[in-house]
């Protein structure tokens, strides 16, 4: 037979087993790609966009005045004073989008490319996320300083440049770190191809198709 105190000190480690698997996360500040944040009581850190902190949060974006990060394999979004607690065996619906077509089966959308407004057509058949330089200038991407390359289109062969963006959102689903081609030229349209399909789960019904993260 237990004991008051045997009974106590299995609480207190179960308690302490539980409390080892959770984690406080706070914003208390925002600039220049930058979060800081207070984890599990700790000083204030501050880290830059992609970076984890020893206690393993990662900062994955900075996107309308909000932070987002990965806490034990949950997204969390932060704006300044608030907080989050994760706990790593909580198990979560992956985030999902449901999109209708248009009279001609076409899947347009709305979005954003490292925080900046953007309009999509889902295409299949575009390997990489595809836009014209106009809205890359408009996503503050560099990307002169990406991969140079040529693309042939309808118009003819035309240059391009592979760049990988922070981040792509559509609806409730956000991918980070995800390979583009920028045109030279203008495009009407961001193309959303498989660089963010790919790690989508597609399914679709009729005139709708839901994505879902797949990771």
Same mark, same amino acid.
């Given at each position: 037979?237990?004991?008051?105190?045997?009974?106590?000190?299995?609480?207190?480690?179960?308690?302490?087993?539980?409390?080892?698997?959770?984690?406080? +996360?706070?914003? %208390?500040?925002?600039?220049?790609?930058?979060?800081?944040? %207070? *984890?599990?009581?700790?000083?204030?850190? =501050?880290?830059? +966009?992609?970076?984890?902190? $020893?206690? !393993? +949060?990662?900062?994955?974006?900075? &996107?309308?005045?909000?932070?987002?990060?990965?806490?034990?394999?949950?997204?969390?979004?932060?704006?300044?004073?608030?907080?989050?607690?994760?706990? !790593?065996?909580? *198990?979560?619906?992956?985030?999902?989008?449901?999109?209708?077509?248009? $009279?001609?089966?076409?899947?347009?959308? +709305?979005?954003?490319?490292?925080?900046?407004?953007?309009?999509?057509?889902?295409?299949?058949?575009?390997?990489?996320?595809?836009? !014209?330089?106009?809205?890359?200038?408009?996503?503050?991407?560099?990307?002169?300083? !990406? &991969?140079?390359?040529?693309?042939?289109?309808?118009?003819? $062969?035309?240059?391009?440049?592979?760049?990988?963006?922070? =981040?792509?959102?559509?609806?409730?689903?956000?991918?980070?770190?995800?390979?583009?081609?920028?045109?030279?030229?203008?495009?009407?349209?961001?193309?959303?191809?498989?660089?963010?399909?790919?790690?989508? &789960?597609?399914?679709?019904?009729?005139?709708?198709?839901?994505?879902?993260?797949?990771?």
């Amino acid at each position: 037979m237990l004991r008051y105190a045997d009974c106590i000190a299995l609480v207190a480690t179960g308690w302490a087993a539980l409390s080892a698997h959770a984690t406080d +996360v706070s914003l %208390v500040g925002l600039y220049s790609g930058k979060a800081l944040v %207070v *984890v599990d009581g700790s000083r204030p850190l =501050s880290i830059p +966009v992609g970076a984890t902190t $020893p206690q !393993g +949060v990662k900062l994955l974006a900075i &996107e309308d005045g909000a932070a987002h990060f990965q806490v034990d394999g949950r997204r969390h979004r932060l704006t300044v004073g608030q907080h989050a607690v994760s706990a !790593g065996n909580d *198990v979560r619906e992956a985030p999902s989008v449901a999109l209708t077509a248009d $009279p001609k089966g076409h899947f347009f959308t +709305v979005g954003t490319i490292n925080g900046a407004p953007m309009r999509f057509l889902v295409d299949t058949g575009a390997t990489l996320v595809a836009m !014209g330089k106009t809205d890359a200038d408009h996503a503050n991407i560099d990307y002169r300083k !990406g &991969e140079p390359g040529m693309s042939m289109t309808a118009n003819g $062969p035309t240059r391009v440049w592979k760049v990988t963006l922070n =981040s792509v959102r559509v609806g409730d689903v956000m991918l980070n770190q995800v390979d583009a081609a920028v045109h030279e030229q203008d495009l009407p349209i961001v193309l959303l191809g498989m660089s963010f399909l790919n790690r989508m &789960e597609m399914k679709r019904d009729g005139q709708t198709m839901t994505l879902k993260k797949r990771f």
